[in-house]
């Protein structure tokens, strides 16, 4: 059997590539309406009176009346609102939906709504904590007692936009007795969850399909609950199918992003060590809490990075402030926390006069080290042998070391990371209970039925190579459909780099069941649910024991040059390397990893947003930049393999790790270049010249 690692084509590459893929703005259905959003124009109000305008014939309108079940969209908290009943919480939240088949004519509609507001002080800062987490591992007081310095810095992180190809969009109508819904989505059943509780339904009510996605990053997560949720309410009304499709600007002003954070790291060192670490992290939620609680939760376990320290005090609050609501991305919570750990460590050796490189490699940790949370990383941990590819590879003590000296404003800067794969402790367990099935037809045609979505990353692939090779039949024997409800059990989200070793784990289990009890010519179905390792333990009160079963490694090496003139900055070269445990398929690995990697550079240096008064500025791609071909250096991607057990071939997760350390890398090869402390990102032109320009 050749590796499995070995790439094949990708399987849906032709479909994308001629036009056969249907994105859910090509998808038609007779009679559709179209749908437009009536939205506050105020950040915080209370509504005093609406008056909806005439409506022709054909035209109609939802609003927070016209609900049968509870005003909230189904997450942890129920506290953001599918429409605004009696007061608005940010600028553009939503208030009603107008549809109908002119979509001229419904903007117009949407105009003419009159809404009488008594407008209220809106709240910008970290004044309102709505969610609090505190954790401790060792003896932090001990620690603060013993230090002989204490070094103390603060960094801050912005808002980052996913960008995703397509909008947010969803089409629905009704057949057979369901709402149907078809979305641009990651989590068919949370969809279908968050309708069912809007509608006060039956399971069997609600139907949700998931259409070819056009990217996602984790802005497909929650946020399409609610567009489902609005159309649902509609579609359930008046029994009319509906199209709801944001146009770039609606979406980039009113979907969720990267939660600014601010989070303050203090170090009490002894004897040149970091002996002990507080750090104390608040991430601004926007409106409402959404998914915000379980994004902090993963920050604050970042907290010590890819290091050992033994004495620590993590601090965290969830603020809520009168803006869009943020929420899910691609890392969700760990890229803001290394971006300040790895500044941090590097800040605290060159205070104290030590080598950097060296003070990071006394801390790495070590397999059989304890965790943040007093977990053990049980499996054995190649960051040695990375290290030693990633410094030859890339010349990096030579090059350092010459470019803080010789004023050529180059520089060249590292970051090392881990990824925690899968939900946060027991929360596969408790929480998700992922259900995978396998059926064999008559044709011994074998269907992968789970709820995972293919966004662009390539299960499509991955998953049927995966069958294939246990099986040893042809991957064209292999079929995987985008998901439907009525058709595929909940295997929970695709999300949290848990697509592959959680539900891929449990489909070559699937796998091997058929394979053993093969029967040629013969149907037959298998199913596989998820437990989680008996050695797993977790206390999600107290945040101690194992938050992940497993982790995926990284460092990336980045090099760059700053203009002297405009200050702007050029990626001359790039070097990464990974441990995912296996690569089910290497050359979507490599893609995985060549968007991860641009996505973190991008949050480093290039990508600007900010809101003024609760109006987001950079609300189109003219004024959001990201990197394109022109910004992106050649990349060099080595992929070493370190094989988990209780993954799919030994694979861990792959997709969020590619993303996290790009921001600490790239900001430390400006500060080499520049010879200036950065404790912010986005490193723009603007804050170079500041930091170079301050005496």
Not at 338 to 343: G, K, T
Not at 354 to 361: A, C, G, Q, Y
Not at 392 to 409: A, I, L, T
Not at 685 to 692: S, V
Request: glycine share 8%; charged share 25%.
């Amino acid at each position: 059997m050749k590796d499995i690692s070995t790439s094949i084509v990708k399987l849906d590459a032709t479909d994308k590539a001629t036009g056969k893929s249907l994105y859910i703005n090509d998808i038609e259905v007779p009679g559709l309406l179209h749908a437009k959003t009536v939205r506050s124009k105020h950040a915080k109000a209370k509504i005093i009176s609406r008056t909806y305008p005439v409506l022709p014939e054909g035209y109609y309108i939802v609003d927070h009346t016209d609900i049968p079940g509870t005003n909230y969209i189904k997450m942890i908290f129920d506290d953001w609102k599918i429409f605004a009943e009696d007061e608005v919480e940010f600028y553009l939240e939503p208030i009603a939906l107008i549809l109908g088949p002119d979509k001229e004519v419904v903007q117009e509609l949407v105009e003419k709504v009159e809404i009488e507001y008594k407008v209220e002080t809106p709240e910008f800062e970290f004044n309102n904590s709505a969610v609090h987490f505190n954790f401790n591992k060792g003896n932090i007081d001990k620690a603060v007692e013993d230090s002989d310095q204490v070094i103390s810095i603060t960094y801050d992180t912005p808002y980052q936009e996913q960008l995703y190809i397509e909008p947010q969009g969803m089409i629905g109508y009704f057949e057979e007795g369901q709402v149907t819904l078809i979305g641009s989505i990651q989590c068919p059943y949370y969809v279908k969850n968050a309708v069912i509780q809007i509608l006060n339904c039956d399971e069997d009510y609600v139907r949700v399909k998931q259409a070819t996605v056009g990217g996602a990053f984790g802005g497909k997560e929650e946020f399409p609950s609610l567009l489902a949720c609005q159309l649902a309410i509609a579609i359930d009304k008046f029994k009319v199918p509906i199209s709801l499709i944001y146009e770039r600007e609606e979406d980039m002003e009113t979907t969720t992003k990267r939660h600014p954070a601010t989070l303050k790291m203090t170090g009490y060192i002894k004897d040149n060590k970091i002996n002990g670490l507080k750090c104390t992290v608040g991430i601004d939620a926007g409106a409402y809490i959404g998914l915000s609680g379980v994004v902090l939760s993963r920050a604050l376990i970042a907290s010590t990075g890819a290091y050992t320290i033994n004495n620590l005090e993590v601090d965290g609050d969830v603020y809520i402030t009168n803006t869009v609501p943020n929420g899910a991305y691609r890392g969700f919570g760990a890229p803001q926390m290394f971006f300040a750990i790895e500044m941090f460590v590097h800040h605290v050796a060159k205070e104290i006069g030590v080598d950097p490189l060296l003070l990071r490699k006394d801390m790495l940790a070590k397999q059989n080290d304890r965790t943040s949370t007093n977990g053990t990383f049980r499996d054995p941990i190649i960051m040695n042998e990375m290290l030693e590819k990633a410094l030859k590879e890339s010349d990096y003590v030579r090059k350092v070391n010459e470019y803080k000296v010789d004023g050529s404003f180059r520089g060249i800067g590292m970051s090392w990371f881990l990824h925690g794969c899968g939900f946060t402790g027991s929360g596969e367990a408790t929480h998700i209970k992922a259900l995978v099935e396998l059926e064999k037809n008559e044709k011994d045609q074998v269907i992968i039925l789970i709820a995972a979505v293919d966004m662009g990353q390539g299960i499509n692939t991955s998953m049927r190579k995966l069958v294939s090779s246990l099986l040893e039949i042809p991957i064209e024997d292999v079929i995987y459909n985008l998901p439907d409800t009525n058709k595929v059990p909940d295997s929970g989200p695709t999300v949290a780099s848990r697509t592959m070793m959680i539900v891929g784990g449990l489909v070559a289990r699937a796998a091997r069941q058929i394979k053993e009890n093969w029967k040629a010519g013969e149907y037959q179905k298998v199913s596989e649910r998820y437990k989680q390792p008996e050695y797993i333990k977790w206390d999600e009160e107290t945040f101690q024991g194992d938050a992940y079963p497993a982790y995926s490694w990284g460092i990336n090496i980045v090099e760059v040059e700053v203009d002297k003139r405009t200050y702007e900055v050029t990626v001359k070269d790039e070097w990464s390397v990974y441990d995912v445990g296996k690569a089910i398929d290497e050359q979507i690995i490599l893609g995985q990893v060549d968007g991860g990697q641009l996505q973190g550079l991008g949050y480093g240096y290039l990508e600007i947003m900010n809101h003024k008064d609760g109006k987001i500025q950079h609300k189109n791609v003219t004024d959001y930049i990201i990197p394109t071909a022109v910004d992106t250096p050649k990349m060099h991607t080595y992929i070493m393999d370190n094989p988990y057990p209780l993954g799919p071939y030994g694979a861990k997760g792959a997709g969020e790790l590619t993303l996290v350390g790009g921001a600490p890398a790239i900001a430390l090869a400006i500060e080499n270049a520049i010879d200036k402390k950065i404790t912010k990102i986005p490193v723009s032109p603007e804050y170079i010249m500041e930091l170079i320009n301050h005496e």
